[in-house]
């Protein structure tokens, strides 16, 4: 393979993490890594270099239409901010203390149980809750958006605001700890705590790994994890990508979303309890 | 609801920032990538180019003088970097805004929270350098 053949196979790869990734509310680094190490043999450190330029670039390329389209939550995304980005904090600090191995099995374990709330929430539709919300109130959480599928105006109402905030903490503390969004955890935490429609709860957590990725991002620069080389399609791909894909978001039915998402939540599960239990 | 329009404009001036931020920093990658191939009409036939490139030993940027000092020499890997930085500050640029803002709005919850984001995340930073 030639430096001009691995621009154009990391750029198509990178094209498809980028749609995937924006229609999830994930920044795609769980498809960029495994491409760019097993399929085209470059080295882990600069694979995870690319993978958190393009979480952002997912990130910044969706959710300027989201915030347009008024799909993302701006006022859920900036209270919840401060827990992911006080646990982003709290990841690099203790970095290297944590056995990688039980770090593998609490997010697998994690993973697979939102993944089972999830699956079973799609099969009960969507009813939301009444529960009084005195700090969602307080600090006007809730809102409403245009959903196209449905061709209506659906108001919600945000509820555990506090639930959310401290599992927000731990999305912040993994982001730090392994390089990525999380939006794999930010989307459950939204979309089964707070009572978020799924496509809120998506276009908000796009918006939102964007910035819990900018603080671990320059991290990963000074260490000089970030190749230009390596980065540059990757980057670019998933930009184009994300931009297309934000513009379906809205059309696509909840229960699609749903199950795709529930799918690649128990495949990145499985994938994470088997290299917790070979250790 | 009160207070749409001013929430609607600031919808409006925030996605803004995000699509500045991220058509910019394509179109400066793209410039950088083209040029490399352009000074290095080798990349495009020979395979241990890819090797010495995608494995650790070839010279990263890691500081803001090596991209600031490649990009006066036009090197394209340095002006790829660049954008790159680019890309990595749109959020942090995003939360600053956000911020003026909610101060427009004269919304003091709301400017208080996305202070404190935005100084967390600047700490960050400041870690990242004392740490890196």
Redesign the interface.
């Known amino acids: 393979?030639?430096?001009?053949s691995?621009?154009l196979w990391a750029l198509l790869a990178s094209v498809f993490a980028g749609l995937l990734g924006s229609l999830l509310g994930i920044g795609g680094g769980i498809i960029i890594i495994p491409v760019l190490t097993l399929a085209?043999?470059?080295?882990i450190?600069?694979a995870i270099g690319a993978s958190i330029?393009s979480v952002?670039?997912t990130?910044?390329?969706a959710?300027?239409?989201y915030?347009?389209e008024?799909l993302a939550n701006?006022?859920v995304a900036?209270?919840l901010?401060?827990a992911t980005?006080?646990g982003?904090?709290s990841g690099?600090?203790i970095a290297g203390r944590i056995s990688t191995r039980w770090l593998y099995l609490i997010f697998g374990a994690v993973m697979a149980y939102s993944s089972l709330m999830m699956f079973r929430k799609m099969r009960g539709g969507s009813a939301r809750s009444d529960r009084p919300a005195p700090w969602a109130d307080r600090?006007r959480l809730h809102s409403s958006y245009f959903d196209e599928a449905l061709g209506k105006e659906i108001a919600y109402r945000v509820v555990s605001t506090r639930i959310g905030l401290a599992l927000m903490y731990v999305a912040g503390i993994v982001s730090g700890l392994l390089g990525i969004g999380s939006g794999v955890l930010k989307v459950p935490a939204m979309d089964l705590a707070m009572g978020l429609p799924v496509k809120v709860s998506v276009a908000t957590s796009n918006f939102m790994i964007?910035?819990t990725?900018?603080?671990?991002?320059?991290?990963?620069?000074?260490?000089?994890?970030?190749?230009?080389?390596?980065?540059?399609?990757v980057?670019?791909g998933v930009?184009v990508g994300a931009?297309t894909g934000s513009r379906w978001l809205g059309r696509l039915q909840s229960s699609t979303i749903r199950l795709v998402f529930v799918t690649l939540l128990l495949w990145v599960a499985a994938q994470m309890l088997l290299r917790g239990i070979r250790g | 609801m009160s207070g749409d329009t001013g929430?609607?404009r600031?919808?409006?001036i925030?996605?803004?920032v995000?699509?500045t931020?991220?058509l910019l920093?394509?179109a400066i990658?793209?410039a950088?990538?083209l040029l490399?191939?352009v000074r290095?009409r080798e990349?495009?036939?020979?395979?241990a180019?890819?090797v010495r490139?995608?494995?650790?030993g070839?010279a990263?940027?890691?500081?803001l003088q090596d991209v600031l000092s490649g990009v006066r020499e036009l090197r394209g890997?340095?002006i790829?970097?660049a954008?790159?930085?680019l890309?990595?500050?749109?959020?942090?640029v995003?939360?600053a805004t956000?911020i003026l803002v909610f101060v427009a709005q004269s919304d003091r919850?709301?400017v208080l929270?996305?202070s404190?984001?935005l100084l967390?995340?600047l700490?960050?930073?400041l870690?990242?350098?004392a740490?890196?």
């Not at chain 2, 890309?87 to 942090?92: A, D, K, N, Q």
Request: zero cysteines; aromatic letters at 8%.
């Open positions: 393979m030639t430096p001009l691995f621009v085209l043999h470059i080295n450190r600069y330029v952002i670039a990130s910044s390329g959710a300027a239409t915030v347009r008024r701006l006022r900036m209270v901010e401060l980005t006080t982003a904090l690099a600090l600090l964007g910035v990725a900018a603080a671990s991002a320059g991290i990963y620069f000074s260490r000089g994890d970030i190749d230009p080389f390596v980065a540059a399609p980057a670019f930009l931009a | 929430v609607r600031a919808e409006l925030i996605s803004g995000l699509r931020g991220v920093s394509m990658i793209l950088g990538t490399t191939f290095h990349y495009v036939s020979s395979p180019e890819l490139l995608s494995q650790p070839e990263v940027p890691q500081t890997q340095s790829v970097a954008g790159l930085l890309l990595i500050l749109t959020p942090v995003r939360v956000s919850t709301y929270i996305t404190v984001v967390l995340l700490l960050s930073f870690l990242g350098h740490l890196g």
